[in-house]
């Protein structure tokens, strides 16, 4: 497997779904619809995704997304590698057009996420890594004209990025905040003194704590593989950790797709 190769059409399918995300965003008709979870699913979802597609499809790598058709645990379990894609992670913030939502692709093998790419459209913030080289940040991936790993990788900078001085930070959901992260957040006030909270949406909390900007992010509330498996890959490679609060592995291709609480690091 050429973990560089597949993750440089990762890359441009990303950022290629990330413009037809602004598309819609640009527009007053969302075409929102309610999914069986009560979730909302919009038209810029379903063009990410059918986007992503028409480039990891070339590939021959199974793809698990969250928009997509899924195969039963029975089928799943016989792949080796797969994609693990949510092609737009915080709809919730793309309807209240905050521009706090990315494009999440992660490649996993087995039960661990090995490479990722998460895109920010609005900013155009591109955040990737392979857990054997680092995890890698572009300010400005839209004058990106080759995707080639390495040339990708000369024109980033490695994370974490140099760490400011500042108060021990948090990093929490915008839209999903409950009681008892609220009182985790107090515990580790009695640790570290002075603690400042940072609300963020989607995957973003993950980058914020690769990139060093923030040291913890506890997740105390449902996710799904999708959501976390991009952010899991850039965690581990920016030398952070992520951890189920009982202290083992967050494994992914599990029967149940749900995620368990973790707890995210540097």
């Known amino acids: 497997m050429n973990i560089k190769q597949q993750l440089s059409i990762a890359i441009e399918a990303s950022i290629e ?6 598309k819609v965003y640009e527009t007053d008709d969302f075409q929102e619809e309610k999914k069986a ?19 990891l499809e070339k ?10 058709i899924h195969l039963s645990y029975e089928e799943r379990k016989k792949w ?6 949510d092609p737009l992670d915080g709809t ?8 706090e939502f990315t494009v999440n692709i992660a490649l996993v093998k087995k039960d661990a996420p090995v490479a990722s790419v998460i895109y920010v459209p609005v900013t155009k913030v591109l955040y990737f890594a392979d857990i054997e080289i680092g995890a890698y940040k572009i300010e400005d991936a839209s004058s990106i004209n080759d995707f080639n790993f390495d040339i990708l990788k000369s024109n980033s900078q490695q994370l974490p990025l140099p760490k400011e001085e500042r108060a021990y930070t948090v990093v ?3 839209s999903h905040l409950n009681e008892k992260t609220t009182n985790y957040i107090e515990s580790l006030k009695e ?6 909270m940072m609300p963020v949406g989607s995957s973003l909390k993950l980058c914020m704590v690769a990139e060093g ?5 506890p997740r105390f509330g449902p996710t799904m593989e999708w959501d976390i498996a991009s952010g899991h890959a850039i965690i581990i490679a920016s030398g952070a950790s992520i951890l189920k609060t009982d202290g083992l592995p967050v494994v992914y291709n599990k029967e149940n797709l749900l995620s368990p609480y973790f707890i995210a690091k540097r």
């Not at 779904?17 to 602004?22: D, F, N, P, Q, T």
């Open 59 to 68: 590939t021959n790598i199974p793809i698990l997304s969250e928009e997509g």
């Open 37 to 55: 979870d009560n979730s909302p699913l919009t038209l810029a979802d379903r063009n990410a995704h059918n986007k992503i597609v028409s480039f």
């Open 172 to 174: 929490g959901s915008r």
């Open 17 to 22: 779904a990330g413009k037809e995300i602004l």
């Open 213 to 217: 900007k923030a040291d913890i992010y």
């Open 92 to 99: 919730k913030e793309f309807i209240k057009r905050n521009g």
């Open 80 to 85: 080796d590698y797969f994609w693990l894609v």
């Open 191 to 196: 640790e570290h003194g002075e603690v400042k």
